[in-house]
Each structure stands twice: as C-alpha cells, then as structure tokens.
C-alpha cells in the first residue's frame, strides 16, 4: 500500500498530462472528428510538416525565418483542431495582430495555401476533408493579406 501511494504522486501528473497533451487548453480533441487527418496527432504531422515547407519556401519563408517552428505547429494544430469543431480551443493572438505590418501580399497567402494543400496531400487527407479545412480559413484572408 506505501508504494502504491508513493508512486501515485508521480503517476497523477503524468496521467493529467498526458490527457490534455493534445490540446493546449486541456480540452480533449475528438480524434473520430480529426479521424480524416489521422486524429490530433496525424493533425500535428500535418502541421509540422506545413511549417517545415513555409520555412524553407523560397518565396514565402522570409515570414518564418524567426519563427519557432515548434511552437507554430503546435498554435496551429490547435487553431486548425478549434475550426474544424473538434474541441481545441486556439489560444493564439488575432491573425490581424499576428500579421500586421508584414505586408503579405496575394501571391504570399496563395503560396500558403498552395503548402498546405501539399502538406494535407502528403499525408493522404480526401480532397473533401482538404476543402473543409481551407473553407474555415478562407475568411483569415482578410486578415492575412495586407498589400
């Protein structure tokens, strides 16, 4: 019995970590609604290889230089999770704060959107499921684009 209450002071954190390690404001991401991006963690895949691609993009990746790469896939699985209905709560700033005095022009944004349609490709997401997604975040381009 003493070793059971020693180790359930180290086990109650982790077991409470690891059910809100998928979405950063704890709540719990519904992977039957996620299931067309292989659930939160197929949607964190996606996302980390969205921001590798927007990093390295010749025209787009000066925006993202000084970007944590981390920690931007990690706000944007969440932000993508919360607009697709799946129970994150994106916790980020404003897409017009975040963006502002960047001057991002059109050719920028569809350049974006041309990267994650490859990063959704690469990871098998149904067209339908694709169009669901960049329907949600057609209406940041107003945000977004500035020039």
């Known amino acids: 019995m003493a070793w059971y209450k020693r180790q359930r002071r180290f086990f109650a954190p982790v077991v409470a970590w690891s059910l809100t390690a998928g979405c950063a404001q704890g709540a719990m991401p519904d992977d039957q609604m996620l299931a067309p991006y292989g659930g939160y963690d197929g949607l964190s895949r996606i ?46 700033k404003k897409m017009l704060d975040v963006h502002r005095g960047l001057s991002i022009g059109t050719a920028d944004f569809n350049a974006l959107v041309e990267a994650l349609q490859e990063a959704l490709d690469a990871a098998g997401v149904p067209v339908a499921q694709q169009n669901r997604l960049l329907a949600r975040l057609a209406p940041m381009h107003r945000d977004v684009v500035q020039r």
């Open 47 to 92: 996302t980390a290889t969205f921001v590798e691609r927007v990093q390295k993009h010749p025209r787009i990746g000066r925006f993202f230089q000084d970007a944590d790469g981390e920690r931007l896939s990690a706000m944007l699985s969440d932000q993508f999770c919360d607009l697709l209905g799946a129970g994150c709560k994106y916790s980020g």
